[in-house]
């Protein structure tokens, strides 16, 4: 077997073996902290931003920009491959030690070794059996990544046909508006495989920093605190216009300020820090985690909520976009100063507030629709904290509008549908909605989401038969 192929397979096992333990005992995963790292190191969102034009707001472009880094990190290691066994492990320790506490990196470093002398190349004719195995395990390394890569390679592709927008569904048990956990959209940092599965048992909530009594929470503990509901809009920052990462839901859990009275907050406490399983974090000031409606809920329409959407406990805070809004949250801390938060530190805007958006359900860009026939012209408006006071609708491309009708929103912080019935004669028409927040127009200059959030009229060609 050559030089290359050894230190190839020497990289691909470890990366197999170090992903069981990922997964078996939750270990840290040296290419997720590279790309954790790298991400931000890169500090060039717009990497990000094209890879979203390119490939859509699905999942594709996180996982295509994962492949290019477990590639990076298969190259590396197969370069070690060309140093001898002991030269090569001190250099992969020193590089892990930057990645991860030291434990782990002395762990990995001393697993790497031993694969390596394992690999150790046969010299002599009567090894001839285990130059055969040698082989195969070259032969097998190069299966495994060519299979890993052709896998998640056609996710990337998948990627890009997530472009609909979940029809709010007729004949729900839900409340008119409300979307169910599975049609909820689903962002985050992590490969979706990477995301925590936390269990019930395990989980505690811990409330540290600048209190009077630290204290550690169960989630039976957290369910005995007064019980509130709320209906709210879900809004992710990256959500391009007309896009489908905004979801609304009705959430159960207890306020924030319900906790904090429990805990007793210090002088001096000036933010409140969430930490999550996953290694996010996000911040709030204070006085706004004092506000009645920011709930920390384990509930969503009824149900608890699953693994992808936050179980056991996520924050929710009106007015801001997703990122604010730490799901599988272990630990709440007070400080005095604020901390980066994660996609802050990754070029996007930390405050994040919510800006006015408006989007079509019927008609779907790219469907046809009837000539001739009543239609009804419908969709969701948001904006946050001001409540949405007028949507209007034009189907000559802007040039003359119609107002809509705007259903009554059940609660402050959920979007508002609006409906129009509407004849379309034959030919094509441009659609464009425009609403009105707070009294004010939508603006129709046009920003991509990155990096405080996307603006411009959801408008587009229909075609009428
Ligand atoms: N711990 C953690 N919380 C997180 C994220 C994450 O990656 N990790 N992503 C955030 C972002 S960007 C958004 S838009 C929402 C999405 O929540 P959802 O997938 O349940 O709709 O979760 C937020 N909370
Ligand atoms: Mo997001």
């Not at 320790?93 to 991860?100: F, H, Y």
């Not at 007070?334 to 079509?360: C, H, M, N």
Request: proline letters at 6%; glycine letters at 10%; charged letters at 15%.
């Amino acid at each position: 077997m050559s030089v290359w192929l050894s230190g190839f397979s020497a990289g691909v096992l470890l990366s197999v073996l170090g992903l069981l333990a990922r997964l078996w005992a939750g270990l840290p995963y040296p290419p997720q902290v590279l790309f954790d790292r790298l991400t931000r190191l890169m500090g060039t969102p717009e990497v990000f931003n094209w890879l979203h034009q390119w490939l859509g707001v699905g999942q594709g472009g996180k996982i295509g920009a994962f492949v290019g880094v477990l590639f990076l990190w298969l190259g590396g290691l197969t370069l070690l491959g060309l140093m001898a066994p002991l030269v090569g492990s001190l250099v992969l320790l020193v590089g892990l030690l930057v990645l991860m506490p030291v434990p782990w990196a002395i762990g990995y470093a001393l697993f790497y070794l031993l694969i390596r002398l394992a690999l150790q190349p046969a010299q002599k004719a009567h090894q001839a059996g285990r130059r055969q195995a040698l082989n195969a395990i070259g032969a097998g390394s190069l299966l495994v990544t060519l299979a890993a890569s052709g896998g998640l390679f056609r996710k990337v592709l998948q990627g890009t046909d997530q472009t609909a927008t979940p029809a709010l569904k007729a004949g729900s048990p839900l409340p008119e508006g409300v979307v169910s956990q599975e049609d909820l959209y689903y962002v985050s940092k992590n490969l979706e495989g990477f995301d925590p599965v936390l269990k019930e048992q395990d989980w505690t909530l811990k409330v540290s920093g600048r209190v009077n009594t630290p204290q550690t929470f169960t989630l039976a503990d957290l369910k005995k605190l007064p019980q509130k509901q709320l209906e709210l809009t879900l809004n992710c920052i990256s959500n391009p216009v007309g896009g489908f990462l905004i979801g609304n839901a009705i959430w159960t859990g207890f306020t924030v300020r319900e906790l904090l009275n429990r805990v007793g907050v210090q002088q001096g406490a000036k933010f409140i820090i969430w930490k999550a399983a996953d290694g996010y974090i996000e911040s709030l000031p204070l006085g706004e985690a004092y506000e009645e409606d920011v709930l920390l809920v384990h509930s969503i329409n009824g149900e608890p909520l699953n693994a992808r959407h936050g179980f056991p406990l996520r924050v929710l805070i009106p007015g801001r976009y997703g990122m604010k809004q730490a799901r599988w949250i272990t630990e709440i801390e007070l400080s005095s100063t604020d901390v980066p938060s994660y996609w802050s530190q990754r070029g996007w805007d930390k405050e994040a507030f919510i800006k006015p958006s408006s989007r079509f359900d019927y008609p779907e860009e790219g469907k046809p629709v009837p000539a001739q026939q009543q239609v009804e012209l419908r969709g969701v408006a948001f904006a946050g904290k001001t409540p949405i006071t007028r949507v209007e609708v034009s189907v000559d491309g802007g040039k003359s509008w119609m107002e809509t009708t705007l259903k009554e929103r059940r609660s402050n912080h959920a979007w508002t549908l609006w409906s129009l019935p509407w004849t379309f004669e034959e030919g094509i028409h441009e659609v464009v909605v425009r609403a009105h927040a707070g009294g004010k127009v939508q603006t129709d200059q046009t920003a991509d989401p990155l990096p405080s959030g996307s603006t411009g009229w959801h408008r587009f060609l229909v075609n009428v038969s």
